[in-house]
């Protein structure tokens, strides 16, 4: 119809099997899921009402059938979409960007099913890597006294282990010669559970699971996250589930089957399924064809955050429980992801207590607190969780594990193509991130994934995600077009390249080279020339040219660089400092003619389309900073800095441990935790201005003098004794 409704009523008439009912049988009626709101009736008689998206739910109708002929099958629906404060992920009522069509009712299947009185209602095997087993749990539909079930496990057509127990106590069975599951074997083992009672008649189920652990763990002095306790990069396309002629429906299981097959083939070897969850049949093929997920919880309306009720949030906690219970039997689910973006997220502390809440219902699995920590709606990083991670468009993201969590990119990419005849009317014709042909797709995914095999899977980062797998609605982004009709990749190129990520992850970290011990440098640059078009380097042989009239004036000690915060500046002829895989430091004392809300840089270093590394006053935040293009690290021990006021300042890369830090007059004022080395290096050493989007930019107003550089991490105590000795040094 491609139209959305409000409200609407689903009317059926069935016939009903004599032999459903007979004997102590009882028919139960199945929903998959129903957008949002169902009330349920048969033959008149209202038997059910419920509330929520994406959750499965049953009802006993066998007390409301006639003893003959057709049965009446009522299903009133509501669905609000976004003009309710309820989990609607991605939907909107006015689509358009990064929100999409509404589904509109009954969005997955309805079946017919008949039961025992008492019966099997589900079914879970939690395996346990290290002693072989699996924990079998059980929930019935009817009266559970005097229940007994029994369970068998097959690996293929071989029995391999059995137990029986009261059906409402979980059960240990330990399978001998473990066979584990991953993506590179992805083994289920079969089970088929028997319930009997007395009087009550018998049930069976058949079941699957795969044995595998997903663990963070501290793997060569950083947290990792390991698969089976082996370190595993995670590297993931996001999947977000739509399709342009069902909306939140695929056409047919093959369809479903279709994304993650292709998701193996390009080399990937998780999902990341984007705040949407899937009918079970999607969940059976990631199982069975090997490939790990991280599962979002459906987010709240955005734009909301401030005005949620207690109500709001209630339900946002129960619809996220019901989701880790209706899934927890899937193998290839390996963690949860309960904020996305801050998107419906009420306090920084909340991505903390809901994954908490999440933890303690399935310990058994990763909690990713808040993806994108970064950015957008209450942002911070709420500082808990198993993993820390961010978002970074192109990227990717390169933030460091903690003490007590792995990190991981959790978007990055976007790159886009446009295919003609194969887009959503009304889609934008430029897109973020395009590339102008296929040619141009191939080259920059690869160039994009040559930072995560060289900056970040070596040094510790244990996952990305790249946007995404299609297209969707306005998004044109994908590796396969909405209609999933062009793939725009070479699919051998994207998948030798994948392959080099993962491997990569399995690397131990590269040792840094020790640099130049002492304080002298290996570049200085006084200042103290009184006229003239360059400064001489003291240490090394790397003297500067000053451009556009820059001059020197009295400084600290001495003369310094004086520049007019417009076009003036000092640069070196080549490139300093190799700031790949390398420690580095550099150092200079710098004041401010004035200080607003402009990026002023005190020195810097050129890469191709960003300078590698900013020592700068970042306007946005009114304090010095030692910068990447993606990160700072704010001096946040130390106010706005005053015009006109000296204050020296020390930006330190340790690559080692994977800090970037600034300190202010001798003492660290802020750090923060991040992989790689941002920008290549290779152009000029700049004094006075930076580089980005390959243009000059951030001229500095004010004075510079003494810059030293380093190649190596000056630790603290270097830092106070290289401030104590003043600018003359």
Known sequence: MQKHSDYM????TVDVPKNFTTGDQHLRLNFGAVNYDA????????????????????????NALRPRGPQEIVVAVHSPVDSATIPVGKQRLDPSGIFYTAA??????VWLEPVAATSIASFTATPDVASSSFTIATTLNGDPTNQKLSVDVYAGTKKVASGSGAANESMKLTVPKPRLWSPDDPFLYTFKATLKGNGHGTDSVESYAGLRSIAVANVGGKQRITLNGTPTFLLSTLDQGYWPDGIYT???DAALKFDIQKTKDL??????????????????????????????????????????????????????????TQLKNVTSIIGWIPFNEGWGQWSVSAASDVGAQVKKQDPSRLVNDRSGSNCCDTPGDPGTGDVIDWHQYQGPALPAPYATRASIDGEHGGLTLSVAGHTWPGAPINPY????????????????????????????????????????????????????????????????????VIAAGAK?????????????GVDRWSFDE????????????????????????????????????ADQFAESSGTLIPTENTNYSISAWAKLDTVGGAFQTVASEDGDANSAFFLQYSGADKRWAFSFASVRALATTVGQPVAGTWYHLVGVRDVTNSKLSIYVDGVLSGSVGILGGGDKGTGNLEIGRGKFGGKPVDFLGGAVDNVKVFDRALSAAEVSTLNATGAGS
């Not at 064809?289 to 919880?297: K, T």
């Not at 131990?508 to 002298?520: K, N, R, S, V």
Request: charge should be neutral; proline fraction near 5%; aromatic fraction near 10%.
């Open 104 to 109: 509109s009712g009954i969005w997955q299947s």
């Open 39 to 62: 009330t349920v009736y048969v033959n008149g008689t209202q038997l059910a009402r419920h509330t929520g998206a994406y959750d499965s739910f049953s009802v006993d109708i066998t």
């Open 530 to 565: 009184t006229s003239g078009a360059v400064a001489a380097d003291s240490v090394g042989s790397h003297d500067l040219a000053l451009r556009n009239g820059a001059t020197f004036a009295p400084g600290i000690s001495g003369n310094a660089l004086t520049l007019n915060g």
């Open 508 to 520: 131990a970290t590269p040792t840094a080279p020790p640099g130049t011990p002492g304080l002298a």
């Open 433 to 500: 991130g395009s590339v102008k042909d296929a040619a141009a797709l191939n080259d920059a995914y690869e160039a994009n994934n040559a930072v995560l095999r060289d900056q970040g899977a070596p040094y510790g980062l244990s996952g990305s995600v790249y946007t995404q797998i299609t297209d969707v609605e306005g998004e044109q982004n994908g590796f396969f077009t909405y209609d999933r009709q062009v793939e725009k990749v070479d699919e051998a190129r994207v998948r030798a390249s994948n392959l080099a």
């Open 267 to 324: 080399g990937f070897n998780t999902i990341r399924k984007h705040i949407k969850i899937e009918p079970a049949r999607w969940y059976y093929w990631a199982d069975k064809l090997g490939l790990m997920v991280w599962q979002d919880s459906p987010a709240l309306p955005t734009g909301r955050n401030g005005s949620l009720t207690t109500g709001d949030k209630a339900n946002f906690r129960a619809e996220t429980a019901q989701m880790v």
């Open 9 to 12: 009523f689903y009317r059926r």
């Open 250 to 252: 695929a056409p047919t």
